[in-house]
């Protein structure tokens, strides 16, 4: 680009979902983001995987939006792009939880900027509120429901008393889940999310595979009646949380009470919640994903990068990444209808210093189900009691247990 030129050339790599809603909404806007900037941005040429030379955009673009997805090609190409001098915009989750680092240290080292709004929490601005807005904070928990699909899922199990299989066909038909929805349902994608938010929210290097992940597959529509009845709401929560010198990232279904500020997030929503003695708490919520909506958020990266200077964020320290963590528990087991039972299971409980905040008692023919939530204890002696109350004669099915968040907020 010469002072003279006005343009702003934009290579696009991927055409699908939000590719091509992003190559719809440029030029759209691009007389207003002219009156921003200063600078006209046009489409400069596109990738697929069956049309276009990469090699022959990036000469002729002045930044770079991946929209690909998966790992190679797109590591490649941003890294060959920001080596050209190209700022990069992508929403590649799934790259940068599993090589953030490098493409961060490239940028830096080319002194461009790599900016992934759209990779987190759809339209949800987390990342920039966490790499400007709270710069100055420190963050000591962020919560978030960052995956759309599950979130629906549950809300309508707990809605309509579905089965898991039946709320999943649901999403697919509502466009909500993929054909393949693995990666939603087993928590690997909201893990990704939560590698990310914890990179930037600690200033630690995290990667995906040090992020502990259980999905919703084996939620049972009775675990949501009877938490129902307990008050409480079953989300997959994903957790990043400074502890002492170190950092636990994890996901896995929650309950929370009602009070807490994501119970009463529902359908294809995300949020965050984010901590800090500063500001206490803020919830930001939104449309979890979806091609306009991605786009609009790749957009908003382009229109910054257009405007400098470039920020990339700095590891400013290596924390221990934690695995054992304290939770309260919400704990079901069937049970044969007989005197004592209550109270063998109490005493193993006991036994492993698990205390019983509430229960719920249901006799059912010659069974019983006795459901209850634990006050907080370190995961590995709530999971060294179950292994021993699954043992026991009188269980009639194995244990099913779902962490609690057990935090009110006013
Ligand atoms: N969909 C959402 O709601 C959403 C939300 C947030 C973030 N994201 C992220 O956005 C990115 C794109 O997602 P999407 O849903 O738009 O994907 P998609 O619909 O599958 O589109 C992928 C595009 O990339 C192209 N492509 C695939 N392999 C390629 C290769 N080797 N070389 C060049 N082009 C290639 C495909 O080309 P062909 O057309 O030739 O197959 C297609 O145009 C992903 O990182 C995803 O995680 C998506």
Redesign the pocket.
Known sequence: MTSSDRRFRVGL???????SAFAELLPRHAERIELITGLRPELAGV?????GSFEEVLERSDLIVE???GVE?ARDYLLRAMRAGRHVVT????LLSRHGEELWETARAEAVQLRFE??VA?VIPIIRVLQESLAGATVERVHGIVNGTTNFILTEMARMGMTFEQALAEAQRMGYAEADPAEDVDGRDAAAKMAILARLAFDTPVRLDQVRYEGIEHVQPDDLEYAHELGLELKLIGTAERIGDGLSVRVHPAFLYPGHPLATVSGPFNAVTVESEAITEITMSGPG???PQ?ASAVLGDVISAMIPPASTPPTSQVLEILHDVVSAFYLHLEVADQPGVLAQVAQVLASHQVSVKSVVQRGLGDQARLVMVVHPVLESRFQAAIATIGGLDVLRAPPRAIRVLEEEFG
Do not use: C, E, F, M
């Not at 990738?47 to 049309?51: A, E, I, N, P």
């Open positions: 790599l991927g055409h699908g979902t939000v590719g990738v697929t995987r069956s049309d929209l690909i997805g090609p929403a590649n989750k799934q759209g990779a759809g994903a979806g091609g991605t």
